[in-house]
């Protein structure tokens, strides 16, 4: 039997940073290359960044797919190691693998049939040159997204156990790979040549291809708590149920995001394109700062749930908390007193300044607010309650934000149409409050005090 997993033994300060920080870290640089991306192709043209920022929607979609369906092996793959269930273990990894590669056949449909029809959407026909950089982009992204989802499963294996330092080496790698060809394929440097936009996408869709291997390699090698055996594997319905009673609010959750952003883009562009380079920047930014928060309590909190550990859960939150909050500060600082320094990263015109620089100041007062809630809804996940992360997702997003946006748009012009961002996390922030509350009562609270 293999050893105690160091999750339910390890002092919980140490945990939290021997397995926070390699994830924290990993996705810090995940978010660095995203925000590397968008600085090289704003070297090409201000259309060539709004191009790239309208694809934000479905690429969204990919990640909330992928990562929602993660999440809920993740939960189920650390609560059955945690109760010492290796056999559950493995089948809840194997029915993972399934929906995986089932999850990207969707994706490579989608990627050859709706790209087309999703920018006109957005930008009312075909007449603008952004229309076909952005269809390039965004369909060479999706038709061979199969490296990205291998990538978020392999990695999710390596966290559930516990294996954070692994995930951390195969992302660095997927994002060195990425800054790497960025400009080389965009640009057509060392006699590659100059592909422009898709460029851009070719090097994001190699460095995922290259993270996905490495991440597999080391489950091979290290991961020997899962063992994935597809000889004789046939899929459960009643796991795969499990799997997206967890991952599906989270799935939809993500999804929500996608919607926004779609609905957001229409709105700005009413305005001007460069309102919409504004927002994809914006986005790009914001992901250095809320990215990084992902990692936090992995697989810590669920793990400690099997293990009926409650003193270990709740010391894992309150520490999750203050990390979440000096960390968001610093983003709320950040967008505050350098948003001109932040945005002439991405080559901005005097209009583009005009625009973004008291849109940052004012999108950035949600940040003092959003630290809580993000570690709020990895609790809600641990504890198999991510329905209560949808629902907080939903209010925030469609019931209030997009309303919010459209109605100031309308009533103040696109300056005040900003103020929708804090105006929503409030909401949100309250409804996390009173789950946090009720899952404390129902579920942490009635459990043994043993360390």
Not at 11 to 33: D, E, I, K, N, T
Not at 299 to 323: C, D, E, F, P, W
Request: aromatic share 12%; hydrophobic share 55%.
């Amino acid at each position: 039997m293999p050893e105690e997993n160091k999750m339910g033994v390890m002092p919980v300060g140490r945990l939290l940073f021997s397995m926070s920080l390699p994830m924290m870290l990993s996705m810090l640089v995940q978010a660095l290359y995203n925000i590397v991306d968008s600085i090289f192709v704003a070297k090409l043209s201000e259309d060539a960044l709004s191009a790239v920022s309208l694809a934000f929607p479905l690429q969204t979609l990919i990640f909330a797919v992928g990562g929602g369906t993660c999440v809920g092996v993740n939960a189920l793959l650390s609560r059955a190691l945690g109760e010492k269930d290796f056999k559950k273990a493995n089948d809840v990894a194997m029915n993972g693998a399934f929906l995986t590669v089932l999850s990207y056949v969707v994706f490579l449909i989608l990627g050859l049939t709706v790209v087309k029809p999703f920018y006109v959407g957005q930008l009312n026909g075909t007449s603008s040159p952004i229309y076909g950089m952005g269809v390039d982009y965004l369909s060479t992204v999706m038709i061979f997204s199969i490296g990205v989802f291998c990538q978020m499963y392999f990695e999710r294996l390596l966290t559930s156990a516990g294996k954070t330092v692994y995930t951390m080496l195969s992302q660095l790698t997927g994002a060195v790979i990425n800054i790497i060809l960025d400009p080389i394929l965009i640009f057509g440097l060392l006699g590659a040549p100059a592909m422009g936009v898709t460029g851009a996408a070719v090097a994001t869709v190699i460095g995922q291809c290259g993270a996905a291997i490495l991440s597999a390699v080391f489950n091979v090698k290290f991961n020997h708590e899962v063992d994935l055996k597809i000889k004789g594997f046939r899929p459960s319905a009643k796991i795969i149920g499990s799997i997206y009673a967890i991952g599906i609010p989270s799935i939809i959750m993500q999804s929500i995001g996608s919607v926004m952003t779609y609905c957001m883009n229409r709105i700005l562009i009413g305005f001007s394109s460069t309102a919409t380079a504004v927002f994809g920047v914006y986005f790009k930014l914001q992901s250095f700062f809320f990215m990084p928060l992902f990692g936090l309590n992995n697989g810590i909190i669920a793990y400690n749930y099997g293990a009926q550990k409650k003193h270990r859960m709740i010391k894992t939150i309150k520490m999750s908390l203050v990390v979440s909050f000096c960390l968001m500060f610093i983003g709320f600082l950040g967008f505050e007193l350098i948003p001109d320094k932040l945005l002439g990263l991405f080559e901005a015109s005097t209009a583009m300044l005009t625009i973004g620089v008291p849109a940052l100041r004012i999108i950035g007062i949600h940040f003092l607010i959003a630290w809580f809630c993000i570690i709020a809804g990895t609790v809600f996940q641990s504890l198999g309650k991510a329905v209560y992360s949808m629902v907080v997702s939903v209010m925030r997003q469609l019931v209030v934000l997009i309303p919010a946006a459209y109605l100031l748009a309308h009533i103040g012009g696109l300056h005040v149409t900003w103020w929708s961002f804090p105006i929503a996390e409030s909401m949100s922030l309250a409804v996390s409050t009173i789950f946090l509350m009720r899952i404390y009562k129902k579920i942490i609270k009635p459990l043994p005090d043993k360390e």
